[in-house]
């Protein structure tokens, strides 16, 4: 009994360890900072300061471009992860190659890279140009953020979702098609929600991102909207407010929470096919 | 079977071997950060703001290696020097932001026996300089310039010469704005007739009424894209630092740069070296170096920027020297204020209302 209890231990030590120095003491040392003012002293204030019109207001917009984002990204991969699932074993993995490819490429770079294609003299609007079409100005609005997360996210969905996909037993959906089920019900009775634990868990790996980000919105917004993630990067870089920064994390941490919560319910006993 | 499990191994080993390799060999960059080692310079400097050229040539003289590192604004550089996690030896900041580090107690003194070539810095610079540096005890002198407006003359009707043009609802999608505090409000409050150094409350918040009046004008709020976006011709008008004007002339015939009759900021970047630097002396071999006139002209040619190297400003062309964008004449500059540390609750005003106008 005493060897497996330290075997058990042993095992998870350098985990414990990675989790206690990097998640737990930073995450407390948030906690500390989002809790007290300059002078150290206890102070709800930092945390209140989300009901100030800017700080709600940017939240209010990371909701929406994040929401935004991930259903987008949940109606396109899921089509997706479904073509996947139907092509031959040799055919699916390089196209899951290719989807993976552009991640080779470090995320700033690619971003930064459709900021030169969508400017107003941009690649895009020079081709439209040439082929005598309107312009667009996409760029420096919430749309070109959208774009950006969906661009940076997508394979956060499609990867998860086609692992659960690719899992169902042929089988299952045989049995369905005998029992008289036409396409339509075997995909809502059967693949649908037994893929619920793959969609949630893309969920969560998109909108996380996509609501804590200041990069993106940075790089393609033009410094113009301000999302959550900007206000508490500039709290703690321009305006070294670490207090502010961290009560406004703090409530972030929130929404994150909710999220996980969510997933869980969803995802009950299913937990292998969260990444 | 057996075989598959065999490469499946081979698979796992080698991604294994390549994070720790990719792992390691960033290490043995960083590990040297610790070791005390006298042979090693860290510099902390503005983005683009020197010949490369010039730290090779450093180097092969002295031996010297240099870890050289770039920050985007005053304020981003701040907590990572007041922090301390990194030392630096050298930290190139602006004049304000000099007399902040001085006032918290963040610099050493220079020991100016070991940089003779001091002597070639101009006497009025140094006198400016004063204004932050009281004592001419903690700086020394790199790059000076105004603040003004860059144009594109074949996108604007007529040569703008005050800050209105950047309210002007022609301009609308076609403004860039300086993406700091100081410089925002500063062109803001010239613009009102205020002093740039302003703390009177209803002052600033009549600045900020303007810049949010200006928001949905502006085509974005950025810092060195400023350059590349005008040489693009993204945005006909762009508020942008004197130092990078020869260069985009140079990119793009059609830009032309004016310092708004209203007056503007006339700013000084020097080098300081911070109290915690390991290696103090290097530091100043390498500000002795810098202030070599075939250095610091050398350097000019490279990054623009107007030197207070007397020495190094006769040897410049005369077309240099003469540039009014470069050096400008003592009429213009006699409208222009220097910037001062405000101290804390104004610059948390200051920091409070931007926020406001960013999220409007």
Same mark, same amino acid.
């Given at each position: /009994?005493?060897?497996?209890?330290? #075997?058990?231990?042993?095992?998870?030590?350098?985990?414990?360890? *990675?989790?206690?120095?990097?998640?737990?003491?930073?995450?407390?040392?948030?906690?500390?900072?989002?809790?007290?003012? #300059?002078?150290?002293?206890?102070?709800?204030?930092?945390?209140?300061?989300?009901? =100030?019109?800017?700080?709600?207001? @940017?939240?209010?917009?990371?909701?929406?471009?994040?929401?935004?984002?991930?259903?987008?990204?949940?109606?396109? @991969?899921?089509?997706? $992860?479904?073509?996947?699932?139907?092509?031959?074993?040799?055919?699916?993995?390089?196209?899951?190659?290719?989807?993976?490819?552009? /991640? *080779?490429?470090?995320?700033?770079?690619?971003?930064?890279?459709?900021? =030169?294609?969508?400017?107003?003299?941009?690649?895009?609007? =020079?081709?439209?140009?040439?082929?005598?079409?309107?312009?667009?100005?996409?760029?420096?609005?919430?749309? $070109?953020?959208?774009?950006?997360?969906?661009?940076?996210?997508?394979?956060?969905?499609?990867?998860?979702?086609?692992?659960?996909?690719?899992?169902?037993?042929?089988?299952?959906?045989?049995?369905?098609?005998?029992?008289?089920?036409?396409?339509?019900?075997?995909?809502?009775?059967?693949?649908?929600?037994?893929?619920?634990?793959?969609?949630?868990?893309?969920? =969560?790996?998109?909108?996380?991102?996509?609501?804590?980000?200041?990069?993106?919105?940075?790089?393609?917004?033009?410094?113009?909207?301000?999302?959550?993630?900007?206000?508490?990067?500039?709290?703690?870089?321009?305006?070294?407010?670490?207090?502010?920064?961290?009560?406004?994390?703090?409530?972030?941490?929130?929404?994150?929470?909710?999220?996980?919560?969510?997933?869980?319910?969803?995802?009950?006993?299913?937990?292998? $096919?969260?990444? | 079977?057996?075989?598959?499990?065999?490469?499946?191994?081979?698979?796992?080993?080698?991604?294994?071997?390549?994070?720790?390799?990719?792992?390691?060999?960033?290490?043995?960059?960083?590990?040297? %950060?610790?070791?005390? &080692?006298?042979?090693?310079l860290?510099i902390?400097n503005w983005?683009e703001y020197i010949d490369p050229e010039v730290l090779t040539m450093f180097e092969k003289e002295t031996g010297i290696?240099v870890?050289y590192?770039?920050?985007?604004? !005053?304020?981003?550089?701040?907590?990572?020097?007041?922090?301390?996690?990194?030392?630096?030896?050298l930290?190139c900041?602006?004049?304000?932001?000099?007399?902040?580090?001085?006032?918290?107690?963040?610099?050493?003194?220079i020991?100016f026996?070991n940089i003779p070539n001091f002597s070639n810095i101009d006497?009025?610079q140094?006198?400016?300089?004063?204004?932050?540096?009281?004592?001419?005890?903690?700086?020394v002198p790199y790059c000076w310039?105004?603040?003004?407006?860059?144009?594109?003359?074949?996108?604007?009707?007529?040569?703008?010469?005050?800050?209105?043009?950047?309210? &002007?609802?022609?301009?609308?999608? !076609?403004?860039?704005?300086?993406?700091?505090? +100081?410089?925002?409000?500063?062109?803001?409050?010239?613009?009102?007739?205020?002093?740039?150094?302003?703390?009177?409350?209803?002052?600033?918040?009549?600045?900020?009424?303007?810049?949010?009046?200006? +928001?949905?004008?502006?085509?974005?709020?950025?810092?060195?894209?400023?350059? &590349?976006?005008?040489?693009?011709?993204?945005?006909?008008?762009?508020?942008?630092?004197?130092g990078?004007?020869?260069?985009? %002339?140079?990119? !793009?015939?059609?830009?032309?740069?004016?310092?708004?009759?209203?007056?503007?900021?006339?700013?000084?970047d020097c080098w300081?070296?911070?109290?915690?630097?390991?290696?103090?002396?290097n530091a100043e071999a390498f500000l002795n170096f810098l202030c070599k006139p075939e250095i610091a002209v050398k350097n000019f040619e490279y990054i623009t920027y107007a030197t207070p190297n007397k020495a190094a400003k006769e040897l410049l062309a005369?077309?240099y020297q003469?540039?009014?964008?470069?050096?400008?004449?003592?009429?213009?500059?006699?409208?222009?204020?220097?910037?001062?540390?405000?101290?804390?609750?104004?610059?948390?005003?200051?920091?409070?209302?931007?926020?406001?106008? +960013?999220?409007?």
């Amino acid at each position: /009994m005493n060897k497996t209890f330290f #075997k058990k231990y042993f095992i998870s030590g350098p985990y414990l360890f *990675w989790m206690i120095a990097f998640t737990i003491i930073p995450i407390c040392l948030v906690i500390y900072y989002g809790l007290t003012d #300059k002078s150290g002293t206890f102070t709800l204030q930092n945390i209140m300061s989300i009901t =100030t019109p800017e700080h709600f207001k @940017a939240l209010w917009l990371s909701l929406l471009l994040s929401l935004a984002s991930t259903v987008i990204c949940l109606l396109l @991969a899921y089509p997706l $992860a479904m073509i996947l699932k139907g092509l031959s074993v040799n055919k699916n993995s390089f196209i899951v190659f290719i989807f993976i490819l552009p /991640m *080779w490429m470090n995320f700033l770079l690619r971003t930064l890279a459709w900021q =030169t294609i969508l400017e107003k003299n941009g690649v895009l609007n =020079t081709l439209l140009e040439i082929l005598h079409l309107p312009s667009l100005n996409i760029i420096n609005t919430p749309y $070109a953020i959208i774009f950006g997360m969906v661009y940076n996210f997508l394979p956060f969905m499609v990867l998860p979702i086609y692992n659960v996909l690719i899992k169902i037993d042929d089988n299952v959906i045989h049995a369905a098609k005998d029992l008289g089920a036409n396409s339509v019900q075997t995909f809502f009775k059967i693949i649908f929600p037994l893929s619920i634990p793959g969609v949630i868990s893309g969920i =969560t790996m998109v909108f996380i991102p996509s609501l804590t980000t200041f990069v993106i919105s940075n790089l393609l917004g033009g410094g113009k909207i301000y999302l959550i993630g900007n206000i508490i990067e500039q709290e703690f870089t321009t305006a070294y407010n670490w207090h502010l920064g961290s009560g406004l994390s703090m409530v972030l941490m929130v929404f994150i929470l909710l999220n996980m919560i969510l997933t869980f319910k969803f995802d009950k006993g299913e937990g292998g $096919a969260v990444l | 079977m057996k075989k598959n499990k065999c490469k499946k191994w081979a698979a796992l080993f080698s991604c294994i071997a390549l994070t720790i390799f990719s792992i390691t060999s960033c290490g043995n960059k960083d590990s040297s %950060q610790d070791s005390s &080692d006298s042979s090693d310079l860290y510099i902390y400097n503005w983005a683009e703001y020197i010949d490369p050229e010039v730290l090779t040539m450093f180097e092969k003289e002295t031996g010297i290696q240099v870890h050289y590192d770039e920050f985007e604004t !005053n304020e981003i550089m701040y907590p990572v020097i007041e922090a301390g996690a990194i030392s630096y030896d050298l930290v190139c900041p602006s004049d304000y932001m000099i007399q902040k580090m001085i006032e918290n107690d963040l610099l050493a003194e220079i020991n100016f026996d070991n940089i003779p070539n001091f002597s070639n810095i101009d006497e009025a610079q140094l006198t400016s300089a004063k204004e932050f540096d009281s004592e001419n005890k903690y700086s020394v002198p790199y790059c000076w310039g105004t603040v003004g407006i860059l144009y594109n003359t074949t996108m604007v009707e007529e040569a703008p010469d005050s800050w209105a043009v950047l309210w &002007d609802e022609k301009y609308k999608d !076609n403004i860039l704005m300086q993406d700091s505090v +100081r410089d925002a409000f500063g062109i803001t409050l010239k613009y009102l007739g205020y002093s740039l150094n302003s703390v009177t409350e209803s002052q600033l918040q009549e600045a900020k009424e303007l810049l949010i009046e200006q +928001r949905p004008l502006v085509q974005g709020y950025v810092v060195d894209q400023v350059r &590349d976006k005008m040489i693009g011709n993204e945005a006909a008008i762009g508020v942008i630092y004197s130092g990078e004007v020869l260069y985009c %002339q140079q990119e !793009n015939d059609d830009l032309a740069y004016v310092i708004p009759k209203e007056g503007s900021n006339v700013w000084l970047d020097c080098w300081v070296i911070p109290k915690n630097a390991q290696n103090k002396e290097n530091a100043e071999a390498f500000l002795n170096f810098l202030c070599k006139p075939e250095i610091a002209v050398k350097n000019f040619e490279y990054i623009t920027y107007a030197t207070p190297n007397k020495a190094a400003k006769e040897l410049l062309a005369e077309e240099y020297q003469t540039n009014p964008a470069v050096f400008p004449p003592e009429s213009i500059l006699s409208k222009c204020e220097t910037f001062h540390y405000l101290g804390q609750e104004a610059e948390e005003l200051y920091n409070s209302l931007w926020k406001e106008v +960013r999220s409007k």
